[in-house]
């Protein structure tokens, strides 16, 4: 059975600074790797998908990479922003059609 | 074009009534999940339907079922409402029902079980 466990559950760094993420997967037999935003009470937004093929994907300040055969993924968040607070989930896309998330890290920016 | 949409945003119900939620997938998209987001953790898959076929369940008891019409709209019903259910309710919808295609969320609907 797929788990997904994400470190830190809770961050708070002062704006600008960089940051990072982590993901971890127990089944590495995974399609691809998918990093979410969610603000809170709201649905999520997809921020980076990873196929299993790749090795990282950027978008702007956010940077992903996949390790699938150590089953680890981290998301790099640059000069961190205040608009950046929110909680960000990992997902993997493995068998039987679905997304198994982690947790989730809540991440506040001070200004 | 236009994103997923759910509805009701939110909804209160009482134990042991049904409830009934919607979602609308994105313009072109054929396949829609949905999952269950308990507070402070991450959302859990119900099932996914492709094609007005349910294509894969989660850990869900039978008291969950679901639809999916030809334009692609689905609904997720809950039986017998338990305390527990009290969650955020997540659609996603994604071309085709296979792997590797980005899940494209919507706002979610809020539901209380007193």
């Known amino acids: 059975k797929q788990e997904v466990t994400q470190i830190p559950a809770a961050l708070s760094v002062p704006e600008g600074e960089n940051l990072v993420l982590n993901c971890s997967f127990t089944?590495?037999?995974?399609?691809?790797l998918q990093w979410f935003r969610q603000d809170p009470g709201k649905g999520l937004t997809s921020l980076l998908l990873i196929q299993s093929s790749q090795r990282e994907q950027t978008s702007g300040r956010l940077n992903a990479s996949l390790d699938k055969s150590s089953g680890r993924s981290t998301l790099y968040i640059a000069a961190s922003q205040p608009g950046d607070s929110a909680t960000y989930l990992c997902?993997?896309?493995?068998?039987?059609?679905?997304?198994?998330f982690g947790a989730g890290t809540i991440l506040r920016v001070k200004s | 074009e236009t994103g997923v949409t759910q509805s009701p945003t939110h909804l209160i119900k009482t134990r042991g009534q049904q409830v009934t939620l919607r979602c609308s997938s994105q313009?072109?998209?054929?396949?829609v999940s949905w999952y269950q987001q308990a507070l402070g953790q991450g959302p859990q898959f119900i099932f996914q339907?492709?094609?007005?076929?349910?294509?894969g369940r989660g850990n869900f008891p039978p008291r969950f079922s679901g639809l999916q019409f030809p334009n692609y709209s689905s609904e997720l019903n809950v039986n017998a409402l338990e305390l527990d259910d009290s969650a955020l309710y997540l659609c996603?919808?994604?071309?085709?029902?296979?792997?590797?295609?980005?899940?494209?969320f919507g706002p979610g609907t809020r539901l209380t079980v007193l």
């Open positions: 313009s072109g998209h054929n396949t």
């Open positions: 997902a993997v896309w493995g068998n039987g059609n679905k997304l198994v």
């Open positions: 996603a919808s994604s071309l085709e029902g296979t792997s590797g295609n980005t899940q494209y």
């Open positions: 089944d590495s037999a995974i399609y691809n």
């Open positions: 339907y492709y094609r007005e076929e349910e294509n």
